[in-house]
Nanobody
């Protein structure tokens, strides 16, 4: 079992930045693909970004491309989401997720095996 704990959420003004962290409980984290999703009130959980186990390939939703950056530190069992130029529409609960081998679809909720509890991000206008 893998436990994921997100941190770094909070309230920020539009145009500001936040960095989310997701710490994983197991050392085999380095073999897992990692993703970030978000869910706004009344909406479905949506894909934001993902990174392969090696860290050499990243994926982004069009809505955050150029503003958000996903990265990972396998030595620290941690994945990050740097969020810049935040907009009110980025307000949501942000979740990290882990995908163990054999890997599923990196773009889909169903492709991930473990989820964190989420951290709230609120962007004021």
């Amino acid at each position: 079992q893998v436990q994921l704990v997100e941190s770094g959420g909070g309230l920020v003004q539009a145009g500001g930045s936040l960095r989310l962290s997701c710490a994983a409980s197991r050392r085999i984290f380095s073999s897992y693909a990692m993703g970030w999703f978000r869910q706004a009130p009344g909406k479905e959980r949506e894909f934001i970004a993902a990174i392969k186990w090696s860290g050499d390939t990243t994926y982004y939703a069009d809505s955050v491309k150029g503003r958000f950056t996903i990265s990972r530190d396998n030595a620290q069992n941690t994945v990050y989401l740097q969020m810049n130029s935040l907009k009110p529409e980025d307000t949501a609960v942000y979740y990290c997720a882990a995908d163990r081998p054999p890997y599923g679809s990196i773009w889909s909720r169903t492709g991930y095996d473990y989820w964190g509890q989420g951290t709230q991000v609120t962007v004021s206008s």
